[in-house]
């Protein structure tokens, strides 16, 4: 496939939500709701749970795959409540050590009028400098799309997977298309210059690992392998290769 023809899959219907890879991985998830301050939001599906003998905070950005799934969870575009519930429970998880896997799937943060009234571009923020100096570790994967400050805000992680059929980027193809050229029909030649497949992102150091779609107990015994690795790092050191990691984007 070409880079636009990974990004269309990334979107195509059938595939695997947040909640199917949580039933797959996590057990005994207990979802909780709510930012403690305005509301609670469906695009955010986040609890708790066991991955093996590890207890972990789990936070899925869902789409769903039936229409009205995907109304019920606003197509995966999370208000500022839901990035401000994911929050609150990666706080939760700092506190009593456990942690944070986070799925996600989204083509952006909602954008509308009651989303900004509600703060989103502070929400938004306020995650990225939060998780930046989170005392617990972060792994997320990127499961499906992975656009804009929306994905940006559930990705500031110790470590970043990408399914082989994802992609990851700042903008979608479309949007850099009508920027640059005025011409969505251009999103093909946008998509190969944005370098957003897992391929690409990979060789630029920044993403860790490229999973294979359709991965179940293989998947679960990486990701437990993965989190111990990061429990057995001390905290200063956890949060100090953190901060190295982002630094390095770019050079």
């Known amino acids: 496939m070409n880079d636009y023809e990974i990004v269309t899959a990334a979107r195509g219907d059938g595939r695997l939500c947040a909640r199917d890879y949580i039933d797959l991985v996590v057990k005994d998830f207990m979802e909780l709701h709510g930012d403690r301050l305005y509301g609670d939001d469906k695009a955010i599906v986040s609890g708790l749970g066991w991955i093996g003998d590890i207890p972990v905070t789990v936070i899925g950005v869902q789409k769903g795959k039936s229409l009205e799934e995907r109304v019920e969870h606003n197509f995966g575009s999370a208000h500022p409540e839901g990035y401000r519930k994911a929050l609150r429970l990666m706080k939760q998880a700092e506190k009593f050590r456990r942690p944070v896997l986070c799925f996600v799937d989204t083509a952006g943060a909602y954008c509308g009028i009651d989303a900004e009234e509600h703060g989103q571009g502070r929400a ?28 940006l805000a559930l990705s500031h992680a110790d470590r970043i997977w990408m399914m082989e059929d994802a992609y990851f980027s700042v903008v979608s193809p479309e949007s850099c298309a009508n920027i640059l050229w005025k011409d969505t029909k251009r999103a093909d030649e946008a998509a190969n210059a944005l370098a957003l497949t897992a391929g690409k992102l990979y060789k630029l150091g920044l993403i860790d690992r490229i999973c294979p779609s359709g991965q ?36």
């Not at 938004?124 to 994905?151: F, H, R, Y």
């Not at 057995?232 to 901060?243: K, M």
């Open 216 to 251: 179940g107990k293989e998947l679960t015994m990486q990701i437990k392998t993965e989190l111990q690795e990061l429990l057995n790092t001390p905290v200063d050191e956890l949060v100090e290769a953190r901060y190295r990691k982002f630094r390095r984007v770019g050079y």
């Open 124 to 151: 938004i923020a306020d995650n990225l400098a939060q998780m930046s100096d989170l005392k617990t570790p972060i792994l997320s994967i990127v499961i499906g799309e992975g656009g804009s400050g929306g994905a």
